[in-house]
């Protein structure tokens, strides 16, 4: 898939993932909700999927994740930021083929473009640590 592919799945990824926290959607409501949406003719649908299950069978170990290598509790996090770090957090650890500098810096794009002012800055502190700690640099 391409990388145009790739940042739309995660820009996808975040709005259902958003709609997971606020709303309490289930992974199947999202899925069903968003492969039939006019954004997933672009995405690359199996990394969304993939990431989507990802996260909703390890939420719990996800936010373990996100609490030791940040300053806070998960639940702390604004919706948006949390939903970013579960993608980034789950690309790391699932999606080798993905270089671990270009799951930073879509997380960081992604905080920007969509997070609180000065977010991006807390998100790339956190996944420095939880690259450096979930797969070797790249």
């Given amino acids: 898939m391409s990388v145009k592919a790739r940042r739309q799945a995660r820009r996808i990824l975040l709005q259902a993932l958003y709609q997971m926290q606020v709303g309490g959607h289930t992974a199947e409501q999202l899925l069903e909700q968003f492969v039939a949406s006019p954004e997933a003719k672009r995405a690359d649908i199996e990394f969304f999927t993939d990431v989507l299950e990802f996260v909703a069978e390890n939420q719990t170990e996800l936010d373990e994740s996100i609490a030791s290598f940040g300053d806070m509790p998960a639940h702390r996090l604004d919706p948006v930021e949390h939903s970013i770090l579960w993608v ?10 993905v270089p671990t500098k270009v ?6 794009e992604l905080a920007k473009t969509f997070g609180a002012e000065g977010g991006y800055r807390y998100i790339n502190g956190l996944l420095d640590k939880a690259a450096a700690s979930l797969r070797s640099a790249a």
């Avoid at 980034?88 to 083929?97: G, K, N, W, Y």
């Fill in 88 to 97: 980034a957090i789950a690309e790391l650890r699932v999606q080798p083929d």
């Fill in 103 to 108: 799951v930073i810096n879509e997380a960081i």
